[in-house]
Structure formats: C-alpha cells, structure tokens
C-alpha cells in the first residue's frame, strides 16, 4: 500500500534552516514525480514545489524560490525540501504528494508542521 | 500564473441536499489538468476528481465534475454525512495552482 511520511518539522527562528524529509514506501518511488504543498494554520493549500521521476527537473513557487529547494534520494525512497531564510509566513504545515500523470496528486503524506517564530 | 476562483467559500445544506460548487479560471484550462480534492478536519487533502471528471478511487458516483475552459463544476447529488469537508479545485496544465476551497458545512 503506498505510503507517504514527512519528518522535519518544527519550530525554527526566523532566518533560520530546516529540512523536510518525506520517506515513500508501497511502489516505485523513483517512477513518479513528487511535490511539496503547505497549508498555513486555517488557510488553503498552497503549491511549493514539484521535482521529476529522476531528479533532473525542478520548479519552486515565486514565493520560496532561492530560499527553498526540492531534492531527492531514489536509492532511499525519500523526497527532500531543503528550508532556508525561513519566514513567519512560511509558516505551515508541509505536505508530500505523488504525481498521477498527467498531474494530480494521487497520495499524500499526513504533513509535518513548521512553525517560524522567535 | 493561473488564477482559480471558487464560489461559494461556504455552502450550508442538509445531508440528502444537492451541492453545486464552482471553479473559474482566471485563463483557459485543458479539462486533461483540472483535479478536484476533498480536506477534512485534521488530515491530508485527498485526490477526488481529475481529468476534469474522472473519480478518483473510493469515492462515490453521486460525486460528478463537468466543464471546460476557465468554468468546472463539481456537484454532489446527495449529501451524506461524510460528505461534509473543505474542497479544492486545482489545475495543473499551466504551472500548478489551487483555488481557495468551498467549505461545505451542515445546515
């Protein structure tokens, strides 16, 4: 059964890094593309990040890239978010979710919570 | 960037009613890349329509997902008591982009 979990999450000081980490297991982890998508504490889903099958291409909202970056390791099944500069605004809590082509988000992990506060 | 619009941001009904939610687009979306989630209290969005129409497992067929262009709409023909959640519209044929979700909610 095709399972998705993030870790990482926390509080953190603004201006400070953290990495997310999302662990697939229950299929073949390195044929699908992923995403990352936050959701701020009672408000909607907002997209972050999108990395393909292998690795090679990548895309980052307007709204963390250069700060954030989306990476994985398909030998460990797991999918990244590495976070830096963090912001009160980013604030969130942090999804992963597989790609069914051509585009949805078929699963998604139960998300980890980043809290940015001094 | 493509700009999605859902109205109402809140529909009040009684389980057994029909609800009808919209999804504008701010330009023209392939009905290929248009997907429809369900979000309950406390847990992950869950994939409910993509194609434009096509179910996703597990749910229902008294959920239905018609349209094209920038105006989709996703309609429950009875509403059942685990049928009351948040619902988000999302295109993913320009970028990737989700609307501000319907809060369907008991009368």
């Known amino acids: 059964q095709e399972q998705l979990v993030e870790s990482g999450g926390g509080v953190v000081q603004p201006g400070r890094s953290l990495r997310l980490s999302c662990a697939a297991s229950?299929?073949?982890?390195?044929?699908?593309?992923m995403h990352w998508v936050r959701q701020a504490p009672g408000k909607g889903l907002e997209w972050v990040a999108v990395i393909s099958y292998d690795g090679n291409n990548k895309d980052h909202a307007d709204s963390v890239k250069g700060r954030f970056t989306i990476s994985r390791d398909n030998s460990k099944n797991t999918l990244y978010l590495q976070m830096n500069s963090l912001r009160a605004e980013d604030t969130a809590v942090y999804y992963c979710a597989r790609v069914k082509l051509p585009g949805a988000f078929d699963y998604w992990g139960q998300g980890t919570l980043v809290t940015v506060s001094s | 960037e493509v700009v999605l619009t859902q109205s109402p941001g809140t529909l009040s009904l009684s389980p057994g009613e029909r609800a009808t939610l919209s999804c504008r687009a701010s330009?023209?979306?392939?009905?290929?890349?248009l997907a429809w989630y369900q979000q309950k209290p406390g847990q992950a969005p869950r994939l409910l329509m993509y194609g434009a129409s096509t179910r996703a497992t597990g749910f229902p067929d008294r959920f239905r997902a018609s349209g094209s262009g920038t105006n989709f709409t996703l309609t429950i023909s009875r509403l059942e008591p685990e049928d009351f959640a948040v619902y988000y519209c999302?295109?993913?044929?320009?970028?990737?982009?989700f609307g501000p979700g319907t809060k369907v909610d008991i009368k």
């Open positions: 330009q023209s979306v392939s009905s290929s890349y």
């Open positions: 229950g299929f073949s982890f390195s044929n699908y593309a």
């Open positions: 999302q295109q993913y044929g320009r970028g990737f982009t």
